[in-house]
């Protein structure tokens, strides 16, 4: 059997997993996991998420960048020398 034909593993939703009640928007760290290193909300076909948890979950990183405990965008770090090779 090659490699192509495999299919991917299905991912399951953490929260339905844990049987959690809610999602809570002062759980900074735990938010982390489902945001991308620039800051975004990563998707449900990244996450595995339902629906519903998906939405909580996007509803709880919202509420935490308000009151400022996650950033609304994270600054590129670029590795680019900016000096070189300009004339000027």
Do not use: W
Not at 34 to 44: L, V, Y
């Amino acid at each position: 059997m090659s490699e192509y034909s495999r299919k991917p593993k299905r991912k399951f939703c953490q929260f339905c997993k844990d049987h959690s009640e809610f999602i809570d928007y002062k759980d900074s760290q735990g938010l982390r996991k489902f945001m991308t290193d620039r800051g975004k909300i990563k998707p449900r076909r990244v996450t595995g998420n339902c629906a519903q948890h998906q939405h909580a979950m996007s509803m709880a990183v919202k509420r935490a960048r308000e009151m400022a405990l996650l950033p609304y965008v994270v600054p590129v770090v670029s590795t680019k020398v900016e000096g070189r090779g300009r004339r000027g």
